[in-house]
T-cell receptor, first 113, second 113 residues
Framework: DGGITQSPKYLFRKEGQNVTLSCEQN?????MYWYRQDPGQGLRLIYY???????QKGDIAEGYSVSREKKESFPLTVTSAQKNPTAFYLC????????????FGEGSRLTVL | GENVEQHPSTLSVQEGDSAVIKCTYS??????FPWYKQELGKRPQLIID?????GEKKDQRIAVTLNKTAKHFSLHITETQPEDSAVYFC????????????FGIGTKLQVIP
């Protein structure tokens, strides 16, 4: 089955620790995105990448880092510099040739204790 | 950068009535406007989209209208059903979803049987 896989689904970490969320897609999509979802704030863009080895900051990139070494993978690291990391994180991808539809993963819920 | 405002944040309608959700955007370069539906505990999924060369688009009980001059677009759901209950997000993007996609805060729609 083609799709986007995010892992882990739930993650608990202590304050001050870096955390890496995985996002893998086998859809052969070019662009990949990371969004953060908080109640009442919608989906806010953290980072996006249109091609391998290139990525752009979104609206709330501070305290986060990403890499895009392979087309299929776009991991997100939540660093200790992120002041309020507890949230639901969604990864998405889109192919350059399709209508523009974002395909989302099932999300990762991070709780920092 | 782009700013998408969405209202109302919550909406309750009786089954069979219509529901309207409105969004405004700020960047005149945006020309792709998708709508996503997120059911409880699930990932957002595209339900309809419209491009700036079109004023209205319909798909069964769902329609979207776009006024590019006023920079606003709306989602219309007719003959609402309980399964329409979900959070709906509008979004805006230049040249399709391959580029930066900015979302509104979401509207929680409740359809009362």
């Amino acid at each position: 089955d083609g799709g986007i896989t995010q892992s882990p689904k739930y993650l608990f970490r202590k304050e001050g620790q870096n955390v890496t969320l995985s996002c893998e897609q086998n859809l052969n999509h070019d662009a990949m995105y990371w969004y953060r979802q908080d109640p009442g704030q919608g989906l806010r863009l953290i980072y996006y990448s249109q091609i391998v080895n290139d990525f752009q900051k979104g609206d709330i990139a501070e305290g986060y880092s990403v890499s895009r070494e392979k087309k299929e993978s776009f991991p997100l690291t939540v660093t200790s510099a992120q002041k309020n990391p507890t949230a639901f994180y969604l990864c998405a991808s889109v192919t350059r040739t399709n209508t523009g539809e974002l395909f989302f993963g099932e999300g990762s819920r991070l709780t920092v204790l | 950068g782009e700013n998408v405002e969405q209202h109302p944040s919550t909406l309750s309608v009786q089954e069979g009535d219509s529901a309207v959700i409105k969004c405004t955007y700020s960047d005149s370069a945006s020309n792709y406007f998708p709508w996503y539906k997120q059911e409880l505990g699930k990932r957002p999924q595209l339900i309809i989209d419209i491009r700036s060369n079109v004023g209205e688009k319909k798909d069964q009980r769902i329609a979207v209208t776009l006024n590019k001059t006023a920079k606003h677009f709306s989602l219309h759901i007719t003959e609402t059903q309980p399964e329409d209950s979900a959070v709906y997000f509008c979004a805006a993007s230049p040249s399709g979803g391959y580029q930066k996609v900015t979302f509104g805060i979401g509207t929680k729609l409740q359809v009362i049987p």
